[in-house]
């Protein structure tokens, strides 16, 4: 069994980018998410996680990169269960990062539409 340990593994990539995006640090955030979705560019989680924090940083042209890529993962999955899962999840944080940012509201719509 291998234990991903320090700051450069994709568990601890992820968890700072999420405290960071929680207490509004979107800097960090998206440079955290980057690391992470670099280190497994294959996990849709961590695609639409950067797309996310992408977007709350008012990055808006790449996050909209950011949600195709994370699409274009996530249809690469077999199981369709797991890939609605996946779309189902970024629709949610789409509508908490709402709740954050409502002067985003139109680009989070756009993004939802996809």
Do not use: C
């Not at 797309?51 to 077999?78: F, G, K």
């Amino acid at each position: 069994m291998q234990v991903e340990l320090g700051r450069d593994g994709v568990h601890a990539q992820r968890s700072l980018a999420w405290a960071a995006y929680l207490a509004g640090d979107y800097a960090t955030a998206v440079k955290a998410s980057a690391v992470a979705a670099q280190l497994q560019p294959d996990r849709p989680d961590l695609a639409f996680n950067k797309a996310l924090l992408l977007l709350a940083a008012s990055q808006i042209d790449d996050a909209n990169t950011a949600y195709d890529e994370a699409i274009t993962v996530t249809l690469r999955l077999e199981d369709v269960l797991t890939r609605s899962r996946y779309f189902g999840g970024a629709y949610r944080d789409l509508e908490q990062l709402l709740q954050r940012r409502p002067d985003l509201e139109q680009d989070i719509r756009a993004l939802q539409q996809r």
